[in-house]
C-alpha cells in the first residue's frame, strides 16, 4: 500500500505526555493536508511490563518494526525501577538503536529570536544559530567489545570499554552528513581527536577519503573535539552540519541545547540505512528523556517531540512545505508568547503541556 | 636545601612568548616577596631538536626532572613538522605526563566581571563562576590498551582504543578532588558516563566509596556527561570541584572555557602523587595550545602564564596570600581595561604580550 506507517510510542515519564500532543499535531496533518498516514499506538515501559513481563511487548515491537517511521516519547526514571535490569535491558533505546541499525542521529539547533531572553548565550552569539549535529548512534564506545569490570591479582577492579570504528560505519554516516549538507549551506565538520586516538585517526582519514570521492563540492573542514566544544559556545552559528562519533555527539549535542533556549525545545530523528528506494527506517524523538520528577504534572514542553514531527514531514513523508509549515506555527505560538515552564521567563505565563498544543494547532 | 626548584620550559609557539611574562611575575615574586625558588630555564622544541635530535634535550629532561615545579608554556603546531613522528613522541606532552604521573590536572574557571562584555554567555549567567575541573590526567582511553588500526580480512580497516580505570586510578584522583573541596566550597561533582560504560560504573562505584569512608563532610552529586556539559553552559555559577575521567575532562574544560571569556585566560596545573611530606610535583602550564598563527607576533594573552604562577604560589610554594595578590593584581589590570587581542571589544586598544605582563607588574 502507499499509506506510511507510523507507530507511536509515548514511552515512560514525560513521554506520553508528549507524545499526546505530537499525535496529534500529526493527525492534524494526515487529516487536513491529506498526508496517506496510518498510525498506530504501542505502549512501552512498566505498563506493559507488569501484564506481560516485557517493557517492549511482542505487540510493540511488531508495530515498530513494521513502521517506516516510529514517533517516540522516553523511556527510563524511577517508577522502572520495578523492572529487573535484564527486562529493561531487553528492551531499550540502545537495543532498538541497535536492532533496527539506526545508525544515523541527526539533531538539530536552531536558535528561536522569541527565546533569546531565555538563553544563556547571548543574543549576538544565538543569532543565525542554525546548525545539524549528526550524531553516529550504533557503534564507538557504547557497543564496543570487549567491554565490562574485572577484578585484578591484587583485588583492585578494573573497569574497560573499547571504542572501535570501521571503514564502512565511518563512511555510511559521513555520506549522511555530506548528503545533508548539499540540501542546506554545503558545509560539513568533521569534529574527532585524531591527536590522540586511533579510532579519531581511522574516522578522518574515512571521511576525508569519501570527500575526495564523492563530495567534493561540499566543504568539509576538521575539529578536535575539545575544540568542537568551546566552538559550540563561542559561536555555534559558524556550523552547517557536524558529523562525529557517538560519545562526542552526546555530549556536544547536549552542550549545544542550551543554545535553542532549552533541552524542551529538541527534537531529533535516527535514521537506518537506505532501502533500494533510498527510504530510510527511521525513528523521531525529543532530545529531553523521561524527566521523572514532572512527569504526569502535564507542564513538560511538548515542542521537542512537536518539531521531531516536523522532521518526520521534511523526511520520511517528504512534505518540506509542511515540514516549514509546522516550524512556522512553533514560532508564531512563541513570538506570541507561548511558554512552558522550561521557557518561561519568572513571573510570566506558563503553558500546561495541552496548551502549548492548542497554541501551536491555533497557529497552523 | 630549603630552596624549592622550579624549571621554566617556553617550548614551542606562543609558548616562549608568554612564558617570558610569567617567569618575569615569578622572579618579581622571589626577590620583592623573598620566595626561596631556584630558576632554571630549559629549552624544547625544534631548536634542541635540530641541535641534538632531541626535542626534549637530556638537559631539559633533568632540569625536568629534579623541579618541584614546571612552567611549561606550550608544543607543537607546524613549525614542528620537521620533527619525525616518533622524536616527537618521545617527548610529547603525554609522555611527560606519564613520566611523571601527573593525574590530577586542575583547570580552574573563574569568570571575571571585567571581561563579561566579550564572553559569549550573559553576565546573569556567569556572575559568582568560580569553579575547578579536576581531569584525571594519565590513564584512561588517551593511554588504554589495546590500541591501534588493524586490516579486516573483508580488507576494511578497523580502529579500535581502550577506557580504562582501575580503583586505585580512580581513588587517587577523587582523593585530589575531595581533599580540595574541603578548602573551598566544600562540593564535589563527580561525572562519568554511568548508564551506559562499565568504566563509568566502576569510576561511580569508587568514588563513592571513597566519599562514605573518608570524606563525608564533603557533598558529593553525580552527573552524566552530557548533563554536566549542558548544566556548565546553562548555570555554571552551581559548581565547586568537578572531577572527571580523562577524555571527558578534555571535553569539558574547553566547554567551560568560555565562561572566563578567552581560552587565553585559563590556568592549569597537573599534579603527581604527594610524597610523604605530601608534596607533590607540579607542571604548570595555560591551558592553551601553541598557536601557530599568531606566534612571534607578541600579541598572545600571557594571564593563562600567568595565573598559573599564581597556581604554583599557591600549591607548590605554599603562599595563597601571594597567590590572591597576584590574582588581584589581575583582576586590577583587567577593570584598569588592559586588553590583549583574544579579549578586547572592536575598536579598542589591544595590548602586546609584553604590555600587559607590564599592566599585571605595575598593578602588584
Ligand atoms: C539515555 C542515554 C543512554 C542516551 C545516550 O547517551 O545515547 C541519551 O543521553 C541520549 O542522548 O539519547
Ligand atoms: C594536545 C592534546 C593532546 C591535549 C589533550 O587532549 O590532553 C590538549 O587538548 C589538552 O587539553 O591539554
Redesign the pocket.
Known amino acids: 500500500s502507499n499509506m506510511i506507517k507510523v507507530a507511536v510510542v509515548g514511552g515512560e515519564g514525560i513521554g506520553p505526555e508528549v507524545t499526546d500532543q505530537s499525535h496529534r499535531i500529526l493527525k492534524w496533518f494526515s487529516a487536513r493536508r491529506g498526508i496517506p498516514v496510518a498510525l498506530r499506538e504501542a505502549q512501552y515501559g512498566l505498563i506493559p511490563y507488569l501484564a506481560t513481563g516485557k517493557v517492549l511487548p511482542d505487540d510493540t515491537a511488531e508495530a515498530m518494526e513494521e513502521a517506516d517511521a516510529i514517533l517516540w516519547g522516553a523511556t527510563g526514571g524511577p517508577e522502572t525501577t520495578e523492572v529487573p535490569a535484564a527486562a529493561r535491558k531487553a528492551g531499550s533505546l540502545l537495543s532498538l538503536r541497535s536492532k533496527y541499525d539506526l545508525y544515523a542521529n541527526l539533531r538539530p539547533i536552531v536558535a528561536s529570536p522569541a527565546l533569546a531572553d531565555s538563553a544563556p548565550l547571548k543574543a549576538s552569539v544565538l543569532k543565525d544559530v542554525d546548525f545539524i549535529i549528526i550524531r553516529e548512534l550504533t557503534s564507538g564506545i557504547y557497543f564496543g567489545e570487549p567491554r565490562g569490570i574485572e577484578t585484578l591479582p591484587d583485588g583492585q577492579r578494573r573497569g574497560f570499554n573499547t571504542q572501535q570504528y570501521t571503514t564502512s560505519q565511518v563512511r555510511r554516516v559521513a555520506r549522511t552528513a555530506f548528503e545533508l549538507a548539499r540540501t542546506r549551506k554545503g558545509r560539513v565538520c568533521s569534529v574527532d ?1 585524531a ?2 586516538l586511533e579510532t579519531s585517526v581511522l574516522w578522518r582519514e574515512e571521511v576525508t577519503a569519501l570527500h575526495q570521492a564523492e563530495f567534493s563540492d561540499v566543504e568539509l573542514t576538521h575539529l ?1 573535539v ?2 568542537a566544544a568551546m566552538q559550540i559556545v563561542r559561536a555555534p552559528s559558524q556550523f552547517d552540519v557536524m558529523v562525529t562519533c557517538n560519545i562526542f555527539g552526546d555530549i556536544l549535542s547536549d552542550c549545544a541545547a542550551m543554545a535553542s533556549g532549552s533541552l524542551g525545545m529538541l527534537p531529533s530523528v535516527s535514521l537506518g540505512p537506505p532501502d533500494r528506494l533510498g527510504r530510510r527506517k527511521a525513528l523521531y524523538e525529543p532530545v529531553h528523556g523521561s524527566a521523572p520528577d514532572i512527569a504526569g504534572k502535564g507542564i513538560a514542553n511538548p515542542l521537542g517531540s512537536i518539531l521531531s514531527v516536523a522532521m518526520m514531514l521534511r523526511i520520511t513523508l517528504n512534505r518540506p512545505d509542511d515540514a516549514a509549515l509546522l516550524e512556522k506555527a512553533v514560532d508564531t505560538a512563541l513570538a506570541a508568547g507561548a511558554r512552558t515552564a522550561d521557557i518561561a521567563e519568572p513571573g510570566t505565563k506558563r503553558l500546561s503541556t495541552q496548551e502549548m498544543g492548542d497554541a501551536v494547532l491555533n497557529a497552523l
Open positions: 581527536k591527536n590522540v578536535y575539545d575544540n
